[in-house]
């Protein structure tokens, strides 16, 4: 075990010689959280994680084109998170407190900054699911096999792809005419792509495709606004969270889940009413995390709302009310 020289999310580092990373922070945890985390990373450490992480990695990379392989390599990373989770209650973690622990962590700024190939406690992408999972009455059960059905599935995608692309016969050549070569760019874009000062920044554009006339352009713009960090995207989500488009309102509502900013508040009041289910269910999450008390009333109506997960996400949004407040 080692420790950051900077903030971030635990995680497990190296794939021979493996290396629990906490933050410096964690000195100042309680002793039920630090026991937290190091119960799931260990856990990661003892099923072999990193190993079958580095191949469903090789996997993607290599067959970057093929879906069902980027498929199999997300089916496989949250049925890791989740069973560390599981053991993690079964060590005797409180739910709620736990849940916390995922939520600030995730919040963080610094949890973006673990590497990729590291096995990070709190990834923002994937912790709503772990929240309700965590939130729920009663620990799933153990299902050692996912996790080697879902690797089989890689290896056997993959497998598959290298025998057809042997099989395919090898044809001769043709010769085609020389074309004279012209340059891939413009220099003047080459001189643009090397003035930082001329390139708009990341977040600049994402806020300029929000504006886009196609509807899947400012799904994505969305997106990458939920989850870079910063409050100058607040009102950028705000506005998407007006949008005509249900699914762009809803990648909104996800990105303010991880905003605590008075501004908020009163906008996802009226998402939580609004026509489309997942509109509302991702408004009733992002309301429990605001840890604001106006949000009591709007979820205590959603619990009876007539969509079944809308009524769920109001419940696990009333429990991380109680414990962000």
């Known amino acids: 075990m080692r420790e950051l020289a900077r903030e971030a999310s635990p995680h497990v580092a190296g794939l021979f010689s493996s290396v629990v990373m906490l933050p410096p922070s964690a000195a100042s945890w309680t002793a039920e959280a630090r026991q937290a985390a190091l119960v799931h990373e260990l856990t990661h450490i003892k099923r072999g994680d990193r190993r079958t992480q580095a191949i469903a990695q090789l996997a993607c990379a290599i067959y970057w084109f093929n879906p069902l392989v980027w498929y199999a390599a997300a089916g496989l990373s949250r049925e890791r998170e989740r ?6 209650l079964r060590f005797g973690a409180t739910p709620s ?3 916390t622990l995922l939520l600030d962590l995730a919040r963080k700024p610094g949890s973006r900054w673990t590497p990729a190939t590291a096995l990070s406690m709190a990834r923002p992408s994937a912790i709503e699911g772990r929240l309700l999972s965590i939130l729920a009455d009663a620990v799933r059960v153990p299902r050692r096999s996912t996790r080697w059905l879902v690797g089989i599935g890689i290896i056997t995608i993959t497998t598959t792809i290298l025998g057809a692309q042997a099989a395919q016969p090898v044809e001769p050549p043709v010769a085609v005419p020389q074309a004279k ?4 760019v413009k220099p003047a874009m080459v001189m643009a792509i090397d003035d930082q000062a001329a390139s708009p920044s990341v977040t600049d554009a994402l806020v300029q495709a929000l ?3 196609d509807r899947q352009v400012r799904e994505q713009a969305a997106i990458g606004l939920a989850v870079t960090p910063g409050s100058e995207v607040i009102d950028p989500l705000l506005s998407a969270l007006k949008d005509s488009d249900a699914q762009v309102r809803e ?4 990105g303010l889940a991880f905003r605590r900013d ?3 508040v009163d906008p996802l009041l009226v998402a939580i009413e609004d026509g ?4 509302r269910e991702k408004a009733a999450i992002a309301l429990g995390a605001s840890g604001d008390a106006r949000a009591i009333a709007a979820l205590t109506k959603a619990t009876r709302d007539p969509d079944p997960q809308v009524r769920e996400k109001a419940v696990a949004g009333l429990v991380l009310l109680g414990l962000r407040r």
């Open 181 to 184: 070569p012209r340059p891939i």
């Open 83 to 88: 069973a560390c989770d599981d053991e993690v």
């Open 97 to 99: 407190a736990y849940a």
């Open 211 to 213: 504006g886009d006339a």
């Open 276 to 279: 489309d289910s997942q509109v």
């Open 251 to 254: 990648k909104a509502a996800i």
């Open 262 to 264: 008075p501004r908020i």
